[in-house]
Each structure stands twice: as C-alpha cells, then as structure tokens.
C-alpha cells in the first residue's frame, strides 16, 4: 500500500525558511512526478512546485525565486524548500505523487497535508 508522509509543518515569521519534506513508501516501481499543492482557507487548491521524472520542474508565478523543489530519488522523497516566506504562503501544503506500485495501476496520490502559518 502506497502512503505519502509528509514532515511537519509550522510557524514561521515573514522572511523565514522552512523545508518540507515528503516520502512515499510501499513497493513503487515508478515515480513520474511528485510535486506539491497547497490549499489556503477558502480558496482552491493549486498547484505550487512540480518535478518530473524527466527532470523538469515547474513553480506557481507566486514562488518563483522563493521555493525549491528538489527530489532523492534513492528515496523516493521530495522536498520543498520555502524561503523569503510571506504571510499569503500560509496554506495546508500536500504532497502529490504520480506513480505506479505493486498492485497499483499509475495513479496519483496525496499526503495529508501539514500546515504552514507566516505570522509575526
């Protein structure tokens, strides 16, 4: 059974760091993306960064040059590295994963989602 586990979120004032990271465990037999979302009260979720099995990664026009997205493959782990962070970051943030699995068609899955706040 595929399980995504994300780290914890928290607090942070604006200006600050925070890294996430997210790990998918069970019998994967191939990852295609993993990315991440992030869902701020009442608004939709979108989409903030995405890595490829290619290689390529995309970023939300509102983080570019703040968040990294970076992946270890080895571990099937993907981390987001928030910097520069401003009050209209706080949202839950999800991990999404595109991938195939023991018993599992490809499919997309997601964490459960940990929440970030950027207050003073």
């Known amino acids: 059974q595929v399980q995504l586990v994300e780290s914890a979120g928290g607090l942070v004032q604006p200006g600050g760091s925070l890294r996430l990271s997210c790990a998918a465990s069970?019998?994967?037999?191939?990852?295609?993306?993993m990315g991440w979302y992030r869902q701020a009260p009442g608004k939709q979720r979108e989409l903030v960064a995405l890595s490829t099995r290619a290689g390529s990664t995309n970023y939300a026009d509102s983080v570019k040059g703040r968040f990294t997205i970076s992946r270890d493959n080895a571990k099937n782990t993907v981390y987001l590295q928030m910097n520069n962070l401003k009050p209209e970051d706080t949202a839950v943030y999800y991990c999404?994963?595109?991938?195939?699995?023991?018993?599992?068609?490809?499919?997309?899955?997601w964490g459960q989602g940990t929440q970030v706040t950027v207050s003073s």
């Open positions: 999404n994963a595109d991938l195939s699995a023991l018993k599992a068609p490809r499919r997309e899955y």
């Open positions: 069970g019998t994967i037999f191939n990852i295609y993306a």
